[in-house]
């Protein structure tokens, strides 16, 4: 045996690197198997715990990468490398990358905080990153919401988290308001029966909240009355375009005016000062 070494002019250093470089590689190929199966596992127990599927995925690919990182560290370890050197040019390399990729980190640190808390889930219709649209996704680094043209806006996710977020569909329910004028001449109480009325004909006005109406202001050719009523989230547009028709419809066929806006016209006959007719 000591005379093939010595024919093939490998040290005993020599040959315990070659030893150690197995052994690493090795532990690299075991261990980036057993890294997958102990992420997957990870993602199947959180699916049975109902978490949310993209958190999941998140999660997933994070327990897999920090293994993954841990490993390659214990790899370089056995194959010689000194630790030290490695930490340092870790270090400086995650530095490197974070100052690179500032606005894509800030992006997933708000998607990992949108999943996590979830303001808003897919499908709801949402006021966020100044864009009005119904949630159609929300990844890691953005959120896609189709606006109600159909068009589509791909909102980044620090965008969305740096400014209010209003959620139209949480609560189940969301009330409408009209504004309708009657003349100074026409009865309010009249008026405000009638309301009452097409309320009580209307099955997607919610009777609690009870539905009102009342006198809002006195404006400069009408009678300003307000109409305020709850409907579920998705009822809330086609309820009340049909109750301001029925509103017309009715008060009309009742002889109750919708005035213009009028105004009135005061002409004073005669000469002016200093001159004469």
Same mark, same amino acid.
């Given at each position: 045996m000591h005379d093939l070494l010595a024919r093939l002019h490998f040290s005993e250093g020599t040959i315990t690197t070659l030893i150690n470089v197995s052994i690493a590689v090795v532990m690299l190929l075991i261990g980036l198997w057993l890294a997958a199966r102990v992420a997957n596992f990870?993602?199947?127990?959180? *699916?049975? #715990?109902?978490?949310?599927?993209?958190?999941?995925? %998140?999660? *997933?690919?994070?327990?897999?990468? $920090?293994? @993954?990182?841990?490993?390659? $560290?214990?790899?370089?370890q056995q194959a010689g490398v000194p630790s030290a050197p490695l930490v340092a040019a870790l270090?400086?390399?995650g530095l490197a990358?974070?100052?690179?990729?500032?606005?894509?980190?800030?992006?997933? #640190?708000w998607g990992v905080l949108l999943i996590v808390f979830r303001p808003f889930r897919v499908g709801d219709f949402v006021h966020a990153g100044g864009i009005d649209g119904t949630v159609e996704g929300v990844s890691l680094m953005y959120t896609l919401l189709v606006m109600p043209d159909n068009r589509e806006a791909v909102v980044p996710n620090a965008k969305i988290g740096s400014e209010a977020i209003i959620n139209f569909n949480?609560?189940?329910?969301?009330? %409408?308001?009209?504004? @309708?004028?009657?003349g100074y001449k026409d009865s309010i109480g009249k008026a405000m029966d009638l309301v009452r009325e097409l309320y009580a004909a209307?099955?997607?006005?919610?009777?609690?909240?009870?539905?009102?109406?009342?006198?809002?202001?006195?404006?400069?050719? #009408? $009678?300003?009355? @307000?109409?305020?009523?709850?409907?579920?989230?998705?009822?809330?547009?086609?309820?009340?375009?049909?109750?301001?028709?029925? $509103?017309k419809e009715r008060f009309?066929?009742?002889?109750?005016?919708?005035?213009?806006?009028?105004r009135e016209l005061t002409v004073v006959q005669g000469s002016l000062p200093g001159r004469t007719a």
């Open positions: 990870a993602r199947r127990a959180m *699916r049975r #715990a109902n978490v949310d599927e993209t958190l999941s995925g %998140f999660l *997933r690919n994070l327990i897999n990468g $920090v293994l @993954v990182a841990l490993l390659i $560290v214990m790899a370089l270090g400086a390399g990358i974070g100052l690179a990729l500032q606005g894509s980190l800030s992006n997933l #640190a949480r609560r189940g329910t969301r009330r %409408f308001e009209l504004k @309708v004028g009657i209307d099955a997607r006005i919610l009777s609690d909240p009870a539905p009102g109406v009342w006198t809002e202001s006195l404006g400069d050719s #009408a $009678v300003v009355l @307000v109409l305020r009523g709850y409907t579920r989230s998705g009822d809330v547009w086609a309820t009340q375009t049909d109750l301001l028709r029925a $509103v009309d066929a009742e002889g109750i005016s919708l005035p213009y806006p009028q």
